[in-house]
């Protein structure tokens, strides 16, 4: 069965969700002592892309694809990510990451501790639609998957001419890749962080789960 364009009305019903997780996460920030949480709330504040952008920044600072940080790729990554952070706290910071004090984070450790926390029925439901979606069973969703399960007939700027069905598709994509670097691939590392965001927005369970049913006719 095809999904029609409708099935992206999910991201469309998550801006106002985003709009007002980004407002609290700024009135929390407010009184926030706990450094990682204070780096969560910052990623919040600029909505359900934020933690995925943070992740992407220290994907670049990892010169040697070791998929571990070191103390100066942490603080490099924080600052060109535009995190106001002290220099103390964000050692602080570090050492509470590095668990075993070996002078380095481990990537996914990382990403894990600072994603809000999501209960295991929210997780399947994404990981549902991620493997709905990943058509080739690669792990990545890419233009051809969505050829199979996305019809772009009832897109209105695929309607009036504005787009080509690629064009259609590639917008699809990079609604869920990070804005520094759209590769026009997902993985589903950045689907599982983009659904992060949406869920830290979205109180209830059964919510969450309805909305990812309807919109991935699961």
């Not at 099935?7 to 709009?19: C, K, L, W």
């Not at 504005?162 to 994509?173: D, N, P, S, Y």
């Not at 997902?186 to 659904?195: A, G």
Request: hydrophobic share 35%; proline share 2%.
């Amino acid at each position: 069965m095809q999904m029609h364009f409708l099935a992206a009305g999910i991201m469309a019903g998550t801006s106002r969700h985003d709009r007002e997780m980004a407002v609290n996460a700024k009135k929390q920030l407010s009184v926030c002592t706990d450094p990682v949480e204070s780096l969560r709330l910052q990623c919040l504040a600029r909505g359900s892309s934020g933690i995925k952008c943070l992740s992407r920044t220290f994907k670049i600072m990892d010169d040697d694809n070791n998929r571990t940080l070191d103390m100066k790729e942490f603080m490099k990554g924080l600052n060109d990510y535009g995190v106001l952070i002290e220099k103390e706290e964000a050692m602080a910071m570090f050492q509470r990451f590095d668990r075993d004090n070996s002078g380095s984070i481990d990537f996914d450790e990382f990403l894990l501790t600072l994603r809000p926390p999501m209960s295991n029925a929210r997780k399947e439901v994404i990981m549902q639609a991620f493997r709905k979606l990943d058509k080739t069973n690669d792990g990545v969703i890419t233009i051809e998957d969505l050829r199979g399960v996305y019809n772009v007939k009832y897109h209105p700027k695929y309607q009036n001419g504005e787009w080509t069905e690629e064009q259609v598709f590639r917008k699809f994509l990079d609604s869920f890749d990070s804005p520094y670097d759209k590769d026009g691939q997902v993985t589903k590392e950045e689907f599982l962080n983009y659904y992060c965001g949406v869920s830290a927005s979205i109180d209830s369970d059964v919510y969450f789960i309805l909305m990812m049913k309807t919109a991935w006719k699961l």
